[in-house]
């Protein structure tokens, strides 16, 4: 029963890792590596940075920042209003008379100068990079927090390296020792390698 909860768990981690790669579909086969390499090391600072620069969350939101810039500096020249030029010629016959005509227009903002859209489009870029900060901010507080997991994992690993494993194998090894001079059971020897197959495992699992 456990080598069968086991090999589930093994394909559901497998599956877990192909969509976290962000292919789903993909046939994850066995994954080589030494399980008792020491875990690295990571600057906090350094992955927070690297997350910001790879999320697509920031980018949207200074897409949107933009967006905003882009409708404050509408709403800031719309009041100024285009200048209409209108040309023309005229002949007459009797008397004789010829004359050029020039015709230009232009509508005066006395009351209306886009104020409300422009006040408008300022609020949007305050919001858009208060939303920025607050993606930034999110992200960096996750990564922390996966740091820290991570350094407790980190740490959990290295006591099982320096104390609990070198003990249960120490404990193994003198077991053998006495087993081969018939002082204790084949039981007793079974019970130490149980205990260091045991011991290996919540060494993994501490990793994770």
């Not at 066995?30 to 399980?35: P, T, V």
């Not at 020249?77 to 200048?83: A, D, E, L, T, Y």
């Not at 007459?92 to 104020?115: C, K, S």
Request: charged content about 20%.
């Amino acid at each position: 029963m456990r080598l069968l909860n086991s090999a589930v768990f093994i394909e559901t981690g497998r599956r877990q890792l192909a969509t976290a790669i962000g292919l789903p579909r993909a046939d994850v086969g066995e994954i080589d590596g030494d399980i008792f390499q020491r875990m690295p090391n990571f600057d906090l600072k350094q992955l927070q940075e690297a997350v910001v620069r790879a999320n697509a969350l920031p980018r949207a939101a200074e897409a949107e920042i933009a967006r905003a810039q882009w409708a404050l500096e509408r709403a800031t020249v719309q009041p100024i209003p285009n200048v209409n030029v209108l040309g023309g010629y005229q002949r007459q016959v009797a008397p004789a008379q010829q004359q050029g005509l020039v015709q230009m227009t232009r509508m005066v903002p006395l009351f209306d100068r886009n104020q409300g859209n422009i006040r408008s489009a300022r609020a949007d870029i305050a919001s858009s990079r208060a939303a920025l900060r607050s993606v930034e901010l999110d992200l960096a507080t996750r990564t922390a927090q996966a740091i820290a997991a991570y350094r407790t994992s980190q740490r959990l690993t290295e006591w099982y390296e320096e104390y609990i494993l070198p003990k249960a194998k120490e404990t193994v090894a003198l077991t053998q020792t006495l087993y081969a001079r018939g002082e204790v059971t084949f039981l007793s020897l079974l019970q130490a390698q149980k205990i260091l197959t045991e011991t290996e495992l919540a060494f993994v699992e501490a990793q994770a």
